[in-house]
C-alpha cells in the first residue's frame, strides 16, 4: 500500500467491492483502513451520474483528510 511507502493514499471502489476491499486491508494489516464507496457499476454511468459520485466521494475523502 502507498501509505507504506510514505505516500498517503485513499483507495475508493464500487459498493460491490467494499467487503473485498475491507478483507484485503485486514490481510494486509490495516483493519481500520477507510476508503471512498461509490455506486456500482461505474461503466454504464453518465457523465452526470459520474460526476454526481465524484463529488460525494471527493467530500468525504477532505473530511478524511482534514480531520
Known sequence: M???AGTPA???M???FAS???LMARVLG???YLFGIIAHPI???TD???TAQAS???DYIKQLILD
Open 48 to 50: 452526470e451520474e459520474l
Open 30 to 32: 490495516m483493519p481500520d
Open 14 to 16: 464500487t459498493v460491490n
Open 56 to 58: 460525494i466521494v471527493t
Open 2 to 4: 502507498a501509505e507504506r
Open 10 to 12: 485513499l483507495a475508493v
Open 20 to 22: 473485498a476491499a475491507e
Open 43 to 45: 461503466s454504464s454511468a
